[in-house]
């Protein structure tokens, strides 16, 4: 069925390099796409969002990677920092059904000092 | 600039009783989301509302769950009944539209 979904579902990297978090989706109605960390215990927090009519978006150390050929989405986070560890969430939102939000099931980064 | 408040943060209710938690926006977000989250896994959209307006129930279970959002005062997910299976993480974002949301810290809901 129609998913947001995470090819992997944790991620360690060394502290100083760079991390790549993957997300796939199924609908091709989707046209606004959203990443989020979240911490334990937290609510999680916007990181960075794109729209369909981009394939590319930069923040401060984070790049997100849109390619709706292959429905594909992806988070990169430069100099990876303890401070990083968390789970990250894709979440989609699919333009036909309003401002609800559909959360991937999320990939935990450890950062390894 | 105070973000999303949810209260209480945590809530513990015997099987049968009421749970109500409480969500008040950011300042000038007139749109909130309710999403209730299971133990490691991603969260799940329950309903949408605008001031006095439910906009989107599609995720609330047929019964014993209601939500509001009244003109004056914070969102409230209403839970009847409590049974075990209710326990979770509820989770309130606000957004300006229908694009960004923001989410507030959450509260865990246990029933015993």
């Known amino acids: 069925g129609e998913s947001v979904g995470l090819h992997l579902p944790t991620l360690s990297v060394q502290e100083g390099d760079n991390s790549i978090i993957n997300c796939a989706y199924s609908?091709?109605?989707?046209?606004?796409f959203i990443w989020y960390k979240q911490e334990s215990g937290k609510g999680p927090q916007f990181i960075i969002d794109i729209r369909s009519n981009m394939d590319k978006r930069q923040g401060q150390r984070v790049t997100v990677l849109l390619n709706k050929t292959v429905k594909h989405l992806s988070l990169q986070i430069a100099a990876t920092q303890p401070g990083d560890s968390a789970v990250y969430f894709c979440?989609?939102?699919?333009?036909?059904?309003?401002?609800?939000?559909?959360f991937g099931q999320g990939t935990e980064l450890s950062v390894k000092p | 600039n105070a973000g999303v408040m949810q209260n209480p943060r945590h809530l513990v209710r015997r099987r049968g009783q009421e749970a109500r938690l409480r969500c008040s926006p950011m300042k000038g977000h007139s749109h909130v989301y309710w999403y209730r989250q299971l133990p490691e896994e991603g969260l799940k959209f329950m309903v949408y509302?605008?001031?006095?307006?439910?906009?989107?129930e599609s995720g609330m279970p047929k019964e014993r769950f209601s939500a509001e959002f009244p003109k004056e005062g914070p969102s409230i997910l209403r839970i009847q009944q409590v049974v075990r299976g209710d326990s979770a993480a509820y989770f309130c974002?606000?957004?300006?539209?229908?694009?960004?949301?923001?989410f507030g810290p959450g509260t865990r809901l246990t029933v015993t």
């Open positions: 974002a606000s957004s300006p539209g229908w694009n960004e949301q923001y």
């Open positions: 609908n091709s109605a989707s046209d606004y």
């Open positions: 509302l605008q001031k006095e307006n439910i906009i989107d």
């Open positions: 979440a989609e939102n699919r333009g036909n059904q309003g401002g609800k939000l559909i």
